[in-house]
């Protein structure tokens, strides 16, 4: 027998005996402007050639990020690239303890 988790309230409900709540709204998307894709050269006039293509490619459409998923990538970045991340401190700790045990073994 096949269940069904109800998402309001957790609880399992056989298949059969499942009926989705209808308090969910459809959503109508516009279409897309077609351009060209840099991969491959195809024209990619509609979301179905899209997801098509993504899958395909296994890439995502940078319009799924905001602004702010950039901003944030980029600050992380500039904090890997200037030693200021959890796991450059770690490493540095690291490799401060191992000079000094080495340091330590010579005498």
């Known amino acids: 027998m096949r269940y069904i988790q109800d998402s309001a309230t957790g609880e399992l409900i056989p298949a059969d005996q499942y009926h989705q709540r209808d308090n969910a709204s459809a959503a109508v998307h516009g279409d ?30 940078n319009r799924a990020w905001g602004p702010d998923w950039y901003d944030r990538k980029a600050k992380e970045r500039q904090a890997d690239l200037n ?22 073994y010579r005498r």
């Open 32 to 61: 897309i402007e077609a351009f060209v894709s840099p991969i491959d050269g195809s024209v990619i006039d509609d979301r179905a050639k899209l997801r098509a293509h993504n899958k395909r490619h296994n890439v995502a459409d």
């Open 83 to 104: 030693g200021q991340t959890k796991q450059a401190k770690a490493d540095r700790i690291e490799a401060i303890k191992y000079a000094a045990d080495k340091h330590n």
